[in-house]
């Protein structure tokens, strides 16, 4: 019955809103629209469709919002003014009670919270639609932040997800462009990244890999965890102090080179991509601060790790190749490499694909540098190919999402940001690394376990094929050929590896003269 009430609900928010106009734009049922007015008698329609769909995910409650703001990042699915107001969501959710976050915490642990922390803070610093944070202290003197998870979020997630799921069923059969948009695929993307959320242990995890990571660089601050005290539902980790980066004068009365700060960001977003494959992929100026302590005074300062993305070595190629083929203009190159990755069908006509691909690059080579966004670029790239029937990956999605978070932030801190001088030196050794030397060696590298295993045994099984080819009246004179043989092979095999190895070395020259 509640869950009757709750669609009964969800339905006339929508119909409040007008989003029913969205669905059935192009669907001729005057008789429905009529009856739409008259259930949500003085509705009003003036407002532009992206901020009517905002305000009726806020109404509806915390996990739609928490579904606009992960809708907010296929912008290869949504117009872009849908996707610019859907940006717009904040979690504003109410903290719950303390007594309910104390009760948390002490069923985890199976301890009173005193004996688990000598204080506690019962005010939470902060609260989402997930998890809300308190403040504490460890008995061994430690300052530490408390993530609780809020009570009982499965069954209203699982209530929840079922009706989105029935809604996004009427959306593909009534709408047009239903089925491109693929609603279902949607709610289902959604589901997997809610239920990952609700896990705490798997958030701490993902943290303490980029804190592994990100150690040798000196730029940004991961808060360790603090494994004993991590539950799926509580998670305790390093307090971290710092100043918030959107509050931009009270960093410029402290001295902070904004300049530096900006290049900065710029270095870990492309540290984290290029070289680890593994990135922080919700970026957005309420999890970043910075640091006023005077042994990390300027360095970054990043929190809430439930969103990361990964990238294979594939995936990277693919980002480092277009954004090369992009600053040479080279847009033949740009939709070769869109059908070699296979995301467009092998039929489709490369120079079509060009000329589409040149229509979106082409106008940014009117600017300088320093004015060109790579990830406005990708997100064009991403809606014309829709066009092509490209199913695009959901990494990159998050990765576009993510450089424009990292964009918008450094020129907020640096109007001059050339992003393309940062983004050159990763790229350039990217594209030397795979084809240079070192990895080979690095691939021989980790090998180099498995043939151990076969090295051993080599002679004796040379041994028995010898011995197997052998005729049983065989002479000295055939022993003699088949070592003539052997050393053939062998030479061939060292002329061959010289030849290889001179070959990479030749490559990697040719291909610095002509990228760079």
Known sequence: MNRFFRGVFIVWVVLRHGLDELVLSSFSHPWLRRLTRLVTWGRNLDAPRGERLRLALEALGPIFVKFGQVLSTRRDLLPPDLADELARLQDRVPPFSSEVSV???????????????????????????????????????????????????????????????????????????????????????????????????????????????????????????????????????????????????????????FKRLARDGVTIFFTQVFRDGFFHADMHPGNIQVSLAPETFGQYISLDFGIVGTLTEYDKEYLAQNFTAFFQRDYKRVAELHIESGWVPASTRVDELEAAVRAVCEPYFDRPLREISLGMVLMRLFQTSRRFHVEIQP??????????????????????????????????????????????????????????????????????????????????????????????????????????????????????????
């Open 103 to 257: 009760a948390t915490v002490e069923r985890a642990f199976g301890r009173k919270l005193e004996d688990v922390f000598a204080s506690f803070e019962r005010v939470p610093v902060a609260s989402a639609s997930i998890a809300q944070v308190h403040f504490a202290v460890l008995h061994d003197g430690r300052e530490v932040a408390v993530k609780v998870l809020r009570p009982n979020m499965l069954p209203v997630i699982e209530k929840d997800l079922g009706l989105m799921r029935i809604m996004a069923g009427w959306v593909e059969r009534l709408s047009a462009d239903g089925k491109r948009l693929k609603p279902r695929e949607v709610v289902a993307e959604f589901d997997k990244y809610l239920h990952d959320e609700l896990d705490l242990l798997r958030e701490a995890s993902s943290a303490a890999q980029l804190r592994r990571n990100m150690q040798d660089l000196d730029l940004v601050l991961i808060p360790e965890m603090m494994w004993d005290y991590c539950r799926s539902d509580v998670m305790v980790m390093q307090r971290m102090t710092g100043v918030p980066i959107s509050q931009i004068e009270r960093l410029r009365e402290a001295g902070v080179d």
């Open 395 to 516: 990494q990159l999605v998050l990765l576009q999402k993510t450089l424009l978070n990292i964009e918008g932030l450094g020129r907020q801190l640096d109007p001059e940001l050339d992003l393309w001088s940062t983004a050159k030196p990763f790229l350039e050794k990217w594209m030397m690394e795979q084809v240079g030397p070192e990895k080979l060696l690095q691939q021989l590298k980790a090998e180099a376990p498995q043939y151990a295993k076969f090295l051993p045994a080599l002679p004796r099984l040379l041994h028995d094929v010898l011995r197997q080819r052998a005729e049983p009246q065989a002479d000295l004179r055939a022993l003699l050929q088949e070592q003539q043989r052997t050393n053939r092979l062998l030479q061939a095999i060292v002329y061959a590896a010289i030849g290889f190895v001179g070959g990479l070395f030749a490559m990697q020259l040719y291909l610095h003269i002509r990228i760079w």
